[in-house]
């Protein structure tokens, strides 16, 4: 049975370079039903584009993340929403939002690329994937204007941000994190969102869940975290894993052919 969504993932990575197509086609056998790539610029995008074109069980997003406002083409908005419209893989518009972890980001850029790629997945009728760091207050501002479907994507918020994001309609989706041994906040978050919100994802290659912490992550991965989150829940690992498949279905309107 094949019980695995990883609902972002970033298999455009230079840390795939050597083994990128091995690792993919060996997925189905590992128990993956699933992988949303994550589309970060417009170059990242692109590989989702083709990469969900070539294996059956891989869907994408397309979307420019906040560390990269600098520089976009004047039509970058353009250019996702014809990566958008050319493949029905593309399911979301992503990962987008805001990151004020160094001081040196534009945050008036970021607010703006941020708010046009809203609009956007508002005109195409497509979910978003939200990355929020160190930038809260501001990304709800623009959460609350345009009430998006969608998930905010490796969830590092407490508890009580995770009730406003979820009172907003949101899906919250979360890492290898949970597993590590100082976690605490991340488990109290995950012990706030209803089995019915609540996502599985690596943002591999980065996070991987103990007992890898610091290796390369790939998707295999997850169900380390589907036990970890099953703990806090009372839950087997296998039914976390169930329930966070058809989670990822239902937001993302993907069909799975199993
Ligand atoms: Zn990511």
Same mark, same amino acid.
């Given at each position: 049975?094949?019980?695995?969504?990883?609902?972002?993932?970033?298999?455009?990575?230079? &840390?795939?370079? *050597? @083994?990128?197509?091995?690792?993919?086609?060996?997925?189905?056998?590992? =128990?993956?039903? !699933? +992988?949303?790539?994550?589309?970060?610029?417009?170059?990242?995008?692109?590989?989702?584009?083709?990469?969900?074109?070539?294996?059956?069980?891989?869907?994408?997003?397309?979307?420019?993340?906040?560390?990269?406002?600098?520089?976009?083409?004047?039509?970058?908005? &353009?250019?996702? *929403? @014809?990566?958008?419209?050319?493949?029905?893989?593309?399911?979301?518009? =992503?990962?987008? !939002? +805001?990151?004020?972890?160094?001081?040196?980001?534009?945050?008036?850029?970021?607010?703006?690329?941020?708010?046009?790629?809203?609009?956007?997945?508002?005109?195409?009728?497509?979910?978003?994937?939200?990355?929020?760091?160190?930038?809260?207050?501001?990304?709800?501002?623009?959460?609350?204007?345009?009430?998006?479907?969608?998930?905010?994507?490796?969830?590092? =918020?407490?508890?009580?941000?995770?009730?406003?994001?979820?009172?907003?309609?949101?899906?919250?989706?979360?890492?290898?994190?949970?597993?590590?041994?100082?976690?605490?906040?991340?488990?109290?978050?995950?012990?706030?969102?209803?089995?019915?919100?609540?996502?599985?994802?690596?943002?591999?290659?980065?996070?991987?869940?103990?007992?890898?912490?610091?290796?390369?992550?790939?998707?295999?991965?997850?169900?380390?975290?589907?036990?970890?989150?099953?703990?806090?829940?009372?839950?087997?690992?296998?039914?976390?894993?169930?329930?966070?498949?058809?989670?990822?279905?239902?937001?993302?309107?993907?069909?799975?052919?199993?």
């Amino acid at each position: 049975m094949r019980n695995i969504f990883d609902s972002h993932c970033h298999y455009s990575d230079e &840390r795939f370079d *050597e @083994d990128r197509e091995e690792i993919l086609a060996s997925m189905p056998g590992k =128990g993956i039903a !699933g +992988l949303l790539h994550a589309g970060s610029d417009l170059e990242t995008s692109r590989f989702g584009v083709e990469y969900s074109g070539k294996y059956p069980f891989m869907y994408t997003s397309v979307g420019i993340h906040p560390e990269v406002v600098e520089n976009l083409p004047s039509d970058y908005i &353009r250019q996702l *929403e @014809d990566m958008a419209k050319s493949s029905k893989k593309v399911v979301a518009i =992503g990962e987008i !939002g +805001l990151d004020y972890h160094y001081e040196n980001f534009n945050r008036e850029l970021q607010m703006e690329v941020f708010e046009n790629q809203l609009i956007l997945a508002q005109r195409l009728g497509l979910p978003v994937i939200i990355h929020s760091r160190d930038a809260t207050e501001d990304c709800m501002k623009l959460l609350r204007k345009y009430t998006p479907r969608g998930v905010m994507h490796c969830f590092s =918020g407490s508890a009580e941000t995770a009730r406003e994001v979820l009172a907003l309609g949101m899906y919250i989706s979360f890492t290898g994190v949970v597993t590590f041994k100082n976690a605490k906040k991340a488990v109290e978050a995950v012990a706030a969102v209803p089995d019915d919100r609540l996502l599985l994802e690596t943002d591999c290659p980065y996070m991987a869940p103990e007992p890898f912490r610091g290796k390369r992550c790939d998707s295999t991965m997850i169900p380390y975290i589907a036990a970890k989150i099953g703990e806090i829940k009372g839950k087997t690992a296998d039914e976390v894993l169930v329930m966070c498949k058809e989670n990822t279905c239902r937001l993302f309107n993907i069909d799975i052919l199993d």
